[in-house]
């Protein structure tokens, strides 16, 4: 069957509207388009009509994100609103900055503000990012550490744009799950204006193609997210994800390890300590990350395989044979104080003079930074 929908865009997540394959972006029958069209009302793919209506989440089965062919999309001279949060910010994200043409126009947001733990402070954070901005070249015109859903600082950076930034053209890129989706749209909402609303959800790769919002003389550009290459868990539920994305204050959780103990993290996979005088170890996870301590031994393996889904939490059930779960390992040294940051999820932070073994689920992304205090 011919596709004759091409032309019309889903206001949701910004894919081609086409009537042919049910399980691709965009899908809508003919009948329900025509509806709408009739109605006047904003037209939105199955997909994005069950999530923004119902918050029900149609997993798709091709991986649309594409980040390097996306960026090509983006001319320069335009102003680039970089958004991260606490859980993402590492070398990485200052790597793909970098892969911008034009390295002068950022303005880094800093998204989930209000999870901060309490022992961070706003300011500590601002300062890493314009240090490690500085060592990587890239000059910054703003930070602005903001909470689309508390709105902290959303009036701040509404006014930045709209007084501050010259360009006419506003484009909001970063990893998926950030929260681009979610700050367009309370930017919006914070002028009362009505919109339909993007689609937003925990599941990473929510926007599926560039979606443009008209403010005044500005036009603003939400783009999908890179979904980092290994960040879709194929072992957690929609329902998991809500459960343990950040969604409240991070409560951090130390341990004082000897060397010979590992830690589990849920049924992410485990660290051992190898070596290195007693020390703690500070885990910032959402509390339904189940933290488990035990002896290094090499039943780890089995313990791990026997208590997947039970103890070991997230996954809340045995979503998957845990034995067909590929751990990477690798052995770790620390010369300062670092941050091993799970994309998305959370971080541990390690102080100097460690050598601990990673033994994670390989479809992880764990990077290192230097601590953020
Ligand atoms: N705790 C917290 N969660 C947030 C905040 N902003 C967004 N979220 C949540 O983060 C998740 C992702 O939000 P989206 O707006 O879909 O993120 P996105 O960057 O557009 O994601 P993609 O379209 O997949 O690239 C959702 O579960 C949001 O509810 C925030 O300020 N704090
Ligand atoms: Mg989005």
Redesign the pocket.
């Known amino acids: 069957m011919e596709n004759k929908l091409g032309h019309f865009q889903c206001r949701g ?1 910004g894919s081609q509207i086409q009537e042919i394959a049910p399980q691709q972006p965009g899908y809508l029958e003919h009948r329900n388009l025509i509806n709408l069209i009739s109605k006047q009302q904003p037209i939105l793919c199955k997909r994005c009509f069950k999530l923004i209506h119902y918050k029900e989440v149609t997993p798709l089965t091709i991986q649309v ?1 594409d980040f390097e062919k996306i960026i090509s999309r983006i001319p320069s001279g335009v102003t680039i609103i970089a ?1 991260t ?1 606490i859980f993402d910010l590492s070398q990485d994200f200052f790597n793909w900055l970098k892969k911008f043409p034009d390295k002068n126009n950022f303005i880094i947001v800093i ?5 901060l733990p309490r022992d961070y402070k706003i300011s500590a954070i601002q300062n890493w990012v314009r240090k490690t901005a500085k060592a990587n070249k890239i000059n910054l015109q703003y930070i602005v550490p ?5 709105k ?1 600082n959303i009036d701040l950076l509404y006014q930045i744009l709209d007084q501050e930034v010259k360009k006419n053209k506003i484009y909001f890129v ?10 367009i ?2 930017l919006i909402k914070s002028q009362n204006q009505n919109i339909t609303e ?11 193609n560039l979606l443009t919002f008209q403010n005044g003389d500005q036009t603003w550009v ?6 980092l290459k290994n960040q879709s868990l194929s072992f957690l539920k929609l329902s998991d ?2 459960l343990i ?4 204050r991070i409560r951090p959780v130390t341990y004082q390890l000897d060397a010979g103990q590992s830690i589990f993290v849920g049924g992410f996979g485990w660290l051992d300590y190898l070596d290195g005088p007693k020390a703690s170890f500070t885990f910032y996870f959402n509390e339904q990350v189940r933290l488990h301590r035990k002896k290094t031994n090499h039943d780890n393996q089995e313990f791990f395989v026997k208590h997947f889904g039970e103890i070991l939490i997230p996954p809340k059930e045995r979503s998957v044979d845990p034995c067909k779960i590929d751990i990477a390992t690798k052995i770790e040294n620390f010369s300062y104080k670092t941050d091993l940051v799970f994309s998305g999820l959370g971080w541990i932070s390690i102080t100097k003079g460690k050598k601990i073994c990673l033994n994670f689920n390989k479809e992880l992304t764990i990077n290192r930074r230097d601590s953020l205090i």
């Open positions: 997540c994100n958004v949060d998204n989930k503000i209000e999870d903001v909470s689309a859903k508390t902290y970063g990893n998926a799950n950030v929260g681009k989706s979610s700050l749209n309370a993007p689609a937003i959800s925990a599941l990473p790769g929510t926007t599926l939400d783009t999908p997210g890179l979904v994800w809500k994305l950040p969604n409240r």
